[in-house]
């Protein structure tokens, strides 16, 4: 038997927007219930409007059964069509990882609220309120109660969401924190003191006025009728409520955060990755660890402007840009620490190749490049990504050079050979041109390798 659509709706929600992907869905993208229910959320207001007739003919007639579900159906096709139309037309920023996750708790928070909502309204509608033709008063006093301690939660989380104070100092005789820009940080940080204080110092006293304060509201839902009070269902509203709105508050505090210091971080990142790459004269040490710090922190579509502004400075290979951005690439390889982007790898490799040496350790820099290509090689195979020749050409070339019968001037040993001729025949010139092998081979080591392997190489 095949499952109503309806039914699977959220099955099919929580499998497609979870905050690690889904392996159902592992782009992250979303399912295709917003797509079909695009198409017709404008016929459920009709569906809605029609329920509502139903509703009032119900009433009419005393068929209090028929005309609570019709009505509790009809506010619930009422919220999906609202946000329906809200994900029509909404479309998610591009965010950092942290801000992404407060996003995400804020989305189920908000579900937790709609279901107590709905609960709420299935209590105001029971058959007793519509007898006493109580239920307008119901609702609307529900809603009262439930909003306004959503929004006194959401205040109290918004307190203690924002940044305390912090006059710390570093090493440097630095404020280790960025300072408050309103007063209000300040002010927030004294009220939480006093509140948390205050609250423990009366905890003992608490429930009796609170039990008080939520007689005094079930008292006005059911005044002029013969319905008895109910402070539990006024208390669970308010606590279900407060709870959920202090949570809010807290999460949308923490969430407007990360995106302003994600906005800030980028910022950061890209300028001082110009001033390191276009400094003249060069930049000192410290410039060159605080951007490989903000390249850390940047968002992925930060870092890839950074990469492509790096790639296009190192484009004409020379010792000097080679040897400006190394520390650039560096940081985006050590920050793509689960191996998903191999260029990179490539270009890190190239402009280790392409840097002045060190007399001291000449290897060093060849075997470095030799692992980052083999990095880059097999990310790029695994990914499927077509060609990217050039990293095989490139290897051939760093194990020529640390080939040491090639450096004193001897054939290679069979094995070795085997696999630089195995990496020249997948970089043929129609897969990498002439120009890009020069500016990587720009010793020529790789006509020598042949002319000292002519048997291999045949």
């Known amino acids: ?93 591009d965010l950092s990882v942290k801000a992404e996750i407060y996003r995400r708790a804020l989305e189920k928070l908000l579900w937790c609220v709609a279901v107590g909502m709905f609960a709420m309204l299935s209590a105001a509608t029971r058959q007793e309120y519509w007898q006493a033709h109580n239920v307008a008063r119901a609702i609307g006093y529900g809603i009262l109660i439930a909003g306004s301690a959503f929004i006194s939660g959401v205040l109290a989380g918004y307190l203690f969401g924002l940044r305390p104070t912090d006059n710390s100092k570093n090493s440097a005789n630095q404020p280790s924190s960025p300072p408050p820009q309103t007063n209000l940080i300040e002010i927030a940080d004294w009220l939480t003191k006093i509140i948390l204080g205050a609250g423990l110092v009366q905890l003992t006293r608490m429930p009796t006025p609170i039990w008080n304060f939520a007689g005094k509201m079930a008292k006005g839902v059911v005044e002029g009728t013969s319905e008895p009070a109910n402070p ?18 807290y999460l949308w505090t923490r969430y407007e955060d990360a995106v302003t210091s994600y906005g800030a971080g980028d910022a950061s990142a890209a300028a001082l990755v110009n001033r390191w790459l276009n400094g003249h004269p060069a930049p000192d040490d410290q410039t060159r660890l605080d951007m490989i710090d903000a390249v850390k922190r940047a968002s992925s579509t930060a870092r890839m402007r950074i990469y492509l502004q790096a790639e296009q400075y190192r484009k004409p290979a020379a010792e000097d840009t080679n040897e400006r951005s190394l520390p650039v690439f560096q940081a985006l390889v050590e920050t793509d620490s689960e191996g998903v982007f191999h260029r990179n790898r490539g270009q890190y490799a190239l402009a280790l190749m392409g840097r002045k040496k060190d007399p001291n350790k000449p290897g060093e820099d060849w075997s470095n490049a030799l692992a980052l290509l083999n990095d880059a090689i097999r990310i790029r195979e695994l990914s499927d990504e077509p060609g990217w020749r050039q990293y095989e050409f490139a290897r051939a070339v760093c194990r020529i050079k640390l080939d040491q019968n090639f450096n004193k001037g001897q054939a290679s040993d069979a094995q070795l050979a085997q696999s630089i001729l195995d990496d020249l025949d997948m970089a043929t010139d129609a897969a990498v041109p002439k120009v890009t092998k020069d500016l990587i081979d720009k010793d020529k080591v790789v006509n020598a390798w042949v002319n000292l392997n002519p048997r291999q190489a045949t």
């Open 232 to 249: 539990a269902m006024a208390l669970a509203i308010m606590g279900f409520f407060s709870t959920c709105g202090l949570l809010y508050g």
């Open 1 to 93: 038997m095949k499952i109503p659509f309806f039914l699977r709706l959220p099955v099919l929600w929580a499998a497609g927007d979870t905050p690690a992907g889904s392996p159902l869905n592992p782009n992250h993208s979303k399912p295709d219930v917003i797509e079909r229910l695009r198409k017709y959320y404008p016929l459920l207001l009709l569906v809605a409007v029609a329920m509502i007739y139903v509703v009032v003919k119900a009433e009419e007639r005393g068929n209090w059964h028929v005309a609570q579900s019709c009505l509790l159906t009809a506010l619930l096709l009422t919220a999906t069509t609202v946000w329906c139309w809200w994900q029509e037309r909404h479309k998610t920023p």
